[in-house]
C-alpha cells in the first residue's frame, strides 16, 4: 500500500514538472515572439519618424540652395505646412527648429528677423485652418527684433536691447 501511494506521489508530482516544463517553454516562447513584434514596430516608427524629419531637413536645405541662402539666415515657405505634416506623420505634438547663432552674427540676424518674421502669423493662419491641430492659436504675442533673455520682462524696457551675454545664442522657433 505504501509502494501504491509512493508511486501515485511520484507519478503526479513527474506529470506537474513536465506539464510545468511544457507551459514554460510555451510561455517564454510566446513571450520572445511577442517581444519581438513590439521592438519591430517601435524600430518601425523610429524609422519612419527620422525619415520623415529627414525629408524636411532635405527640403529646407534644398530651399537654402536654390535661394543662394546660408544658414541661419533662411526662412522657409509653408513652414507651417510642412511642419504639420511632419507631426501629424510622426504623431508629434511641437517640432522645434533651432537656430545657432555666433556672437558675430547677432546684429546680422537681429536685423534678418525684424525683416522675416511674416512666417509667424503665416504659420498661425494655417494651424487655424488645420482640423488635425488641437493646440491653441496663440493671436496675442510679442515680437522682439533683439535676442533676449527669460530676464527680459523684468526690465524697463522690454524688447529693446536685448541680453547683454555674449556668446553663442541657441534660438528656438516651434510650429
Do not use: C
Not at 22 to 31: A, I, R, S, V, W
Request: net charge negative.
Amino acid at each position: 500500500m505504501v509502494f501504491v501511494l509512493i508511486f501515485a506521489v511520484a507519478g503526479a508530482l513527474a506529470t506537474f514538472f513536465y506539464l510545468r516544463h511544457l507551459e514554460m517553454t510555451k510561455f517564454e516562447g510566446q513571450f520572445n515572439q511577442d517581444a519581438t513584434k513590439v521592438l519591430a514596430s517601435i524600430g518601425a516608427t523610429l524609422d519612419f519618424t527620422l525619415a520623415s524629419l529627414d525629408a524636411l531637413v532635405v527640403g529646407m536645405v534644398s530651399h537654402a540652395k536654390d535661394s543662394n541662402q546660408t544658414w541661419p539666415f533662411v526662412t522657409i515657405p509653408d513652414f507651417g505646412v510642412r511642419a504639420g505634416k511632419v507631426r501629424r506623420l510622426t504623431n508629434g505634438y511641437v517640432l522645434n527648429i533651432y537656430a545657432y547663432i555666433e556672437d558675430g552674427q547677432r546684429n546680422q540676424w537681429e536685423n534678418y528677423t525684424a525683416h522675416h518674421n511674416w512666417w509667424v502669423e503665416e504659420g498661425l493662419d494655417i494651424q487655424e485652418k488645420d482640423a488635425a491641430y488641437t493646440g491653441p492659436i496663440v493671436r496675442d504675442y510679442e515680437t522682439w527684433d533683439k535676442i533676449h533673455d527669460y530676464d527680459e520682462f523684468e526690465k524697463e524696457n522690454p524688447g529693446e536691447f536685448g541680453t547683454d551675454r555674449d556668446g553663442k545664442y541657441y534660438l528656438l522657433g516651434i510650429a
